[in-house]
Every structure is written in structure tokens, then in C-alpha cells.
């Protein structure tokens, strides 16, 4: 495979990953996943690298033609990388472009190529969670292929691997036809210490800590309550108000804009005002932002007051409490005394989905369907999703992590030693079913990081609640054009 890598960019979370990689693990979590985009451009270390080109000889000298792929990290090409291997009749050199999205880098890149046209556009391309919606629904669906059109036989393949709904939801164009998939599921639960859970409840039982927060409730009013008495133990409930944030977000009803494309604050997310107040006021969280040493200290266990929990995905365990808990096997840092249990209410956070070019050479069509079927589809132990479960993809003894499929995850052992033992599936399997995927606009990306700063003034008593609202929605017309309903 030769690969063009324009720009690298690596958070301290994502090196852990890569080295995590390297050392026979799977592949490092997408750029999203280490930080999510939405917040990487503002709250990511990075430092750029120098154009530069890798080369290494094609399974089979490939004679029948090159498959150029488009990525934003070296994940998916990673995956491409495994099917060649496992395929050594694949007539294809696979040429990989990784262009990261910090400072906005990789979608204009993206689209000027495939508006080209030509030998060099992208055959297969990427997409993350924060701008998938313009290349699967928005202004560059037309250069998508609907799966069918590859030749899958995409609704009967979703429903024999259990793919989850939201990110069919998410892949699907404005004609009703999925064009895009994903490999991970991200939808999210309530990650929390055990210890803790024991000093103010008694109990680290999953089952029970889920009853005490409501857990799939769909109210927050139980875990108000729960704040209230880890608060009497001097123990935060949350880090920050972002660990609420990504659960509202993504369980909203409606998105940033309505039918209308205008500016539009769906009830959950405005309520979202009076909850990082609530945690700053009540002092159930440690005022941190994601992303930040603060935020790192409460997986550590070392903040004065250290926080009970967060909400996220599989990958914020893997790839982010993991490497920052402070040890590498119980009794180390927070190694081992964490758990998961179901979140008041459903969300996702995160994901990378996969697309094929409609304008490719027909030729590759056939060998595309296979790489992509493989990767999103395939829920057999031959499959991408299989391996990246079960931590075998890059051999025994990698990481484990959730995947699109219910159906790979039911036949799969998620055990952690992280989590005291714990079968991570058992809880992520319902959480993928929970969430929501049809709450996105391409916008999010810009919008979030407006709300957010915002929403943290207000917190703070900066400004009044009206006057946040206003600045929000002046700000959103300023830099995008947008206007509100």
C-alpha cells in the first residue's frame, strides 16, 4: 500500500493509542474518538508534520488499477492494510491520502478532490460523526454511492448483523438509501468508580448504581438526586459540564437547524443552560473542560474532590480513561475500580462512517463493495468487526472495543480488566439501540463550539441566560450565515 500522510496531528491521548497499536493492539480510535471535533480544534496539542509519502509494494503487483482512499487518520487505511493481507489475490495497490481534521483541514481537501474528478479522487473516503452528515445528506451527498449500488444487499445485511439504528439513521441519504456505515458503535453509558460507589451507596453493583441514577429512565431527576448525595461525601458527580453535554447533545429531539435551514434550540439542549449551572452553583462537578489537565487529574483519581464518573462511549474507556487513570493493572492509579451501568438517557458520541465514490472507475466497483461490506457489514469471525471486538486484529491481546454490530458483540467477550472484569457488551449492546441519529446537521462541528462557550459564560454568571441565548444565536449568523427561526 503507498501512503500520502499530509498532515499529522497527534493529542497526548491519541500517542497512548498509536502506542497502544503498535504494540499488537488494535487500531488507534479515530480522531473524533481521542477528541472529539468538534472540541479538537480549540482543545487538541497538536503539532503538524511535514508533507511526506510511505510506499511499500501492492499485494500482487496491482496489476488491475489503484483504489485511493481518503482518511483522517491512519485507522481505516490500517483495516485496508488487514483485508489486503487476508486477500492476497486482491488485484488493487490501495493509495491512502491522511489528511487530519485539525483546523479544518481534511473536508475541503476532500471535497476539492472529489469535485476533480479524475484518477486521484477518492474511490472510498471517511467521515466522522461531526461533519458525516454533509457528505451522507448535505451538500456533497451526490458524490456518495449507495451501498445497493455497490451491490450489497444493504437491508438484509443490517438486519442480519444487528447493526445499530442510529447509524443507519446517520448513513442514510435524502432518497432513503444508506450510503454510509460505520464500524464502531459509540452509543454511550455512565462510567463510574467503584470506590466511590461503595463509600456513598453501599454498592458498586451495575444493576443497583443504575437503579440509583435512572438509569434508562429517559429523566435526569435520579441522577440529581445521586448528585445530591455524593455532594454530602464532598465527591462531584461529573467532572465537568461537557461529560453532561455529549448525553444531551445527542439526545435531543431535533437538530441545529429546522426544516428551514434557520437556527432553532431544541428544548433539551437550552435546558442543558440551567444544568452547567446546576453543577457550577451545586458544586456537583469540578468545573473542568474535556480534554484538559483537570479533566485527566479526575481519571487519575487525583482532584481534591474526585469526581464519581462520566459518559461516554467504549472508546473514551480504551482510549482515553485507560491511558490517564494513572496505572496499567489493579491497584495501580484508578486501574480496575471503574464500572459502567446504563445512562439516564440515550446517546452516541463519536464514529467514523465509510463512503464510496459514485464516480469511480466501474471496474472497482466489485473490489470497493468487498473492502467496504468487510469492514461495516461482515459479522462473521472473519470479519473487520469480529477482530476489532475481540482485540485480534492486530493479534492476540489488543484492545477490545465496541462495534456496529449487535450481532458480532452477542458472540464476543467483552470482559476489561479495567473494568474489575466487567463484559463491557452487556451494556453497550442496549446503549447503540438508545440513541439517537436523526439530530445532526453538517453544521454541528461550528454550532457546538459557539454553544458550549456560551453556555460556560452564562454558567460562570457572566452574563444572564437571555443575553447568552442572544450572543449565541448573533454569533451563529455572524460566522456561518445562518439566522435564527
Known amino acids: 500500500m503507498k501512503r500520502r500522510v499530509i498532515t499529522a496531528i497527534l493529542s497526548c491521548t491519541m500517542t497512548a493509542a498509536l502506542l497502544a497499536g503498535c504494540g499488537g493492539g488494535s487500531a488507534a480510535p479515530a480522531a473524533s474518538d481521542a477528541a472529539p471535533a468538534e472540541e479538537s480544534a480549540a482543545e487538541e496539542s497538536a503539532a503538524p508534520a511535514e508533507e511526506s509519502t510511505e510506499s511499500a509494494a501492492p499485494a500482487n503487483g496491482g496489476g488491475s488499477g489503484t483504489i485511493n482512499l481518503w ?15 487476508a486477500h492476497p489475490d486482491f ?22 478532490a472529489l469535485q476533480a474528478g479524475g484518477s486521484e479522487q477518492p474511490d472510498m473516503y471517511c467521515a466522522e460523526a461531526a461533519f458525516i452528515l454533509k457528505y451522507s445528506q448535505g451538500d456533497m451527498q451526490d458524490y456518495a454511492m449507495p451501498y445497493k449500488d455497490l451491490g450489497i444487499d444493504v437491508d438484509a445485511a443490517i438486519k442480519d448483523a444487528n447493526i445499530a439504528q442510529y447509524s443507519v439513521d446517520i448513513g442514510t441519504n435524502t432518497n432513503g438509501d444508506v450510503d ?60 465537568g459540564d461537557g461529560d453532561i453535554w455529549h448525553a444531551v447533545e445527542n439526545s435531543s429531539d431535533t437538530g441545529w437547524l429546522d426544516a428551514d435551514g434557520k437556527l432553532q434550540i431544541d428544548p433539551k439542549r437550552e435546558a442543558f443552560l440551567d444544568i452547567s449551572k446546576d453543577l457550577t452553583d451545586n458544586g456537583w462537578s469540578n468545573l473542568t473542560q474535556d480534554w484538559q489537565d ?21 472508546w473514551l474507556i480504551n482510549y482515553t480513561l485507560a491511558p490517564n487513570c494513572g496505572g496499567e493493572k489493579a491497584g495501580e492509579g484508578t486501574y480496575g475500580d471503574w464500572a459502567i451501568c446504563d445512562s439516564p438517557i440515550g446517546f452516541f458520541w463519536g464514529g467514523t462512517w465509510i463512503l464510496a465514490n459514485k464516480n469511480m472507475d466501474p471496474d472497482k466497483v466489485a473490489a470497493v463493495k468487498d473492502i467496504i461490506q468487510w469492514i461495516t457489514l461482515d459479522a462473521t469471525e472473519d470479519g473487520l468487526q469480529y477482530k476489532w471486538a475481540n482485540g485480534t486484529l492486530n493479534g492476540e491481546g489488543g484492545t477490545k472495543d465496541s462495534v456496529a454490530s449487535g450481532k458480532v458483540m452477542d458472540m464476543s467477550d467483552g470482559s476489561l480488566d479495567f473494568l474489575s472484569g466487567q463484559n463491557m457488551f452487556e451494556y453497550f449492546v442496549p446503549a447503540n439501540s438508545y440513541a439517537n441519529g436523526k439530530n445532526l446537521t453538517q453544521y454541528d462541528e461550528s454550532i457546538n463550539l459557539i454553544w458550549r462557550d456560551q453556555v460556560r459564560a452564562y454558567a460562570a ?21 445562518i439566522d435564527a427561526k
Do not use: C
Not at 488485484?91 to 476539492?112: E, F, H, K, M, W
Not at 454511550?188 to 443497583?208: C, H, L, Q
Not at 481519571?299 to 474526585?306: I, L, Q, T, V
Not at 437571555?466 to 455572524?478: E, L, R, Y
Open 180 to 239: 454510509a456505515l460505520g464500524y464502531q458503535a459509540t452509543g454511550g453509558a455512565f462510567i463510574y468508580r467503584r470506590s466511590i460507589a461503595k463509600d456513598v451507596f453501599g454498592t458498586d453493583d451495575p444493576a443497583e448504581i443504575s437503579k440509583i441514577i435512572g438509569g434508562g429512565s429517559g429523566s435526569w431527576d435520579k441522577f440529581w438526586e445521586a448528585a445530591k448525595k455524593l455532594k454530602e461525601k464532598d465527591y462531584p458527580i461529573v467532572s
Open 294 to 314: 483537570a479533566w485527566f487529574a479526575d481519571m487519575k483519581g487525583e482532584s481534591e474532590h474526585n469526581a464519581f464518573g462520566f459518559f461516554g462511549p467504549a
Open 461 to 481: 454568571g457572566e452574563k444572564d441566560r437571555d443575553a447568552a441565548i442572544a450572543d449565541f444565536k448573533q454569533t451563529v449568523s455572524d460566522t456561518l450565515g
Open 91 to 112: 488485484p488493487y495497490t490501495v493509495n491512502s491520502t491522511i489528511i487530519a481534521t485539525t483546523d479544518g483541514a481534511y473536508q475541503p481537501a476532500l471535497d476539492a
Open 71 to 85: 482518511a483522517f487518520t491512519d485507522e481505516v487505511p490500517g483495516m485496508v492494510d488487514k483485508y489486503v493481507e
